[in-house]
């Protein structure tokens, strides 16, 4: 009878300790939450804001002079902001397909037991994140000898290869046995069938994160742009925008030395506008993988 009494202690007191567990670490992931979205907040009230109010008092917590001005600066040009979208989302998808799919084509080369030179080429690609060639002669190759100049393939290519995410994939598909491997080939099937066939179905979580991490360095891209390319049409957004809002600066210096009315450049809301405006598509994108996500990049890394 001591014993179940003892029993029935120790689970309400396990319930308890439980209960209290999850209600302070809900309060720590609302905090963290919170923190997290407000600067987002803060960005979402200032593009709704106008330039006075945010010049005279600051941001707000909500807007204290609503204003579409800089929406309407933002988007003066629809055609122009259509072409910027345009070229970002097929750099984005043809990009990120090709990365995705060499990306886990490689990392499953490399830990694959039956492949002996593994861990010299796995060294190589490390080698890479410790020294480069450098900066000029990076830009003369692409430049004078592969011709990336006005040409799409400078916004795709560069980015196409993170050796963080080979090793990332390398380390996820070294927990898979290599006993599934043998029975495909008992099967009769081919090293391209068992791994689009076996290997990619259950390393969703993986394909996943690597996916998230390349479409949004390139969504994010804006280096590469300014260095390639000189045809305004080819612009992807975050150089368009970044392009349009160092014009308005411009525009408001010579309008302040020339001492002209300003209102009708709205810079600082300008800023928070583009943001919405660049980041709004790419948040839909978190949603439908957040699921692999986490378990993807954990894995990886334990086991990397």
Known sequence: MERINAAKTRKVRMG??????????????????????????????????????????????????????????????????????????????????????????????????????????????????????????????????????????????????????????????????????????????NDMTIFFRLILPISKPVVATILLFTALAYWNDWYNCMLFIRDKDMYNLQYFLHHLINSAKAMREIMTQSALVMDSLPVETMKMSMTIIVTGPIILLYPFIQKYFVSGLTIGAVKG
């Open 16 to 189: 308890t300790d439980e209960r209290i567990f999850n209600i302070v670490g809900y309060i720590i992931v609302t905090l963290i939450a919170f923190i997290c979205l407000f600067p987002f907040w803060i960005v979402v009230v200032g593009s709704f804001t106008s330039e006075a109010s945010v010049i005279q008092n600051g941001y707000w917590l909500w807007p204290r002079e609503f204003s579409l001005d800089s929406y309407r600066q933002s988007l003066a040009s629809p055609i122009a902001v259509l072409k910027a979208y345009g070229v970002t989302i097929l750099v984005t998808t043809v990009g990120t397909t090709i990365s995705v799919i060499i990306t886990t084509m490689t990392g499953w080369v490399l830990q694959r037991k039956d492949f002996p030179w593994r861990n010299g080429f796995s060294m190589y690609f490390f080698f890479t994140t410790l020294f480069s060639g450098g900066l000029v002669p990076w830009y003369i190759l692409c430049v004078s000898y592969l011709g990336f100049t006005n040409n799409l393939l400078g916004l795709i290519l560069p980015g196409m290869i993170s050796v963080w995410n080979i090793l990332l994939v390398k380390g996820f598909m070294g927990g898979i046995p290599f006993e599934l491997v043998e029975s495909g080939k008992i099967d009769g099937a």
